[in-house]
């Protein structure tokens, strides 16, 4: 298979992380948004320079509690 015959799939799937990224991005910045394990910065470096970040963030490093009255 050669990589031309890829591209028609690569490239949706490239542009859904970046939107995934850029979603855990303005998450991680919401004001009633408390990460878990690292700092708002920390997590904002490594969703956007590690590759697959955004699923260890949405899976153990953000808080799902609701919000107390």
Do not use: C, N
């Not at 490239?14 to 997590?43: N, S």
């Amino acid at each position: 298979m050669e990589f031309r015959e890829l591209l028609p799939i690569l490239i949706p799937l490239g542009i859904l992380e970046i939107a995934i990224r850029i979603y855990a991005i303005e998450d991680i910045h919401k004001e009633e948004r408390k990460p878990v394990l690292f700092g708002k910065t920390a997590w904002t470096v490594l969703v956007a320079l590690v590759s697959f970040a955004w699923v260890v963030y949405f899976i153990g490093g953000r808080d799902y509690d609701a919000p107390q009255d």
